[in-house]
């Protein structure tokens, strides 16, 4: 059974600093893995999309890594913001239809 | 430019109640998803429906029934609600397999 980690469960930067939101999953057998944010009280927003044959997305400020043999992924954020502050949540999807996601990483960003 | 939408936002039920969570996307999508959020537990898939006149079991699904009206729409019924219904839902969709997922804002529902 597919289980998706994300560490640590919250992290709190200084405004401007680069940093990366760590995703593992246990089965490397993956589709893809998609990065979503979800601000308070809101639903989920998508992000980025890696498909298994890729090693990197990028859109903007965000850049996402996929290493399907060591089972893990990274969200980096540049020179971040207090706007970035959100919950970062991790998806991946195997075979069928049904995506595993992990519990999310409560980013804050302080002015 | 609506994308997911889902109605209500917010209801309170008595247990033993019934009620049904609407969801419609206008992104001519064929994949659409039931979720519940719940402190803790992350996201949790109930039921989903591959394309129009199929659906299926995800996670949890005991307590809740779907049904696909059409390919814009897909709705979930609590047809007794237990306090341990009380979550909040979200309703997804997607193009196909593989693709990317989109949500709707939210249902939040309280059983008492």
């Known amino acids: 059974k597919q289980e998706v980690t994300q560490i640590p469960a919250a992290l709190s930067v200084p405004e401007g600093e680069n940093l990366v939101l760590n995703c593992s999953f246990t089965d490397s057998a993956i589709y893809n893995l998609q990065w979503f944010r979800q601000d308070p009280g809101k639903g989920l927003t998508s992000l980025l999309l890696?498909?298994?044959?890729?090693r990197e997305q990028t859109s903007g400020r965000l850049n996402a890594s996929l290493d399907k043999s060591s089972g893990r992924s990274t969200l980096y954020i540049a020179a971040s913001q207090p706007g970035d502050s959100a919950t970062y949540l991790c998806a991946v999807e195997g075979g069928s239809e049904k995506l595993v996601f992990g519990k999310g990483t409560k980013l804050t960003v302080n002015p | 430019n609506a994308g997911v939408t889902q109605t209500p936002k917010f209801q309170v039920l008595k247990t033993g109640q019934s009620m049904t969570l609407q969801c419609a996307q206008d992104m001519n999508h064929n994949s659409m998803y039931w979720y519940r959020q719940d402190p803790g537990m992350g996201l949790r898939l109930i039921y989903y429906?591959?394309?129009?006149?199929?659906?299926d079991k995800g996670e949890v699904p005991n307590g809740y029934n779907v049904s696909r009206l059409n390919k814009r729409e897909f709705s979930l019924r609590l047809e007794s609600a237990a306090p341990s219904q009380t979550s909040v839902y979200f309703c997804a969709s997607r193009r196909g397999q593989g693709g990317e997922l989109f949500f709707g804002e939210g249902s939040r529902l309280t059983v008492l």
């Open positions: 890696i498909q298994s044959s890729q």
């Open positions: 429906s591959a394309s129009e006149g199929t659906t």
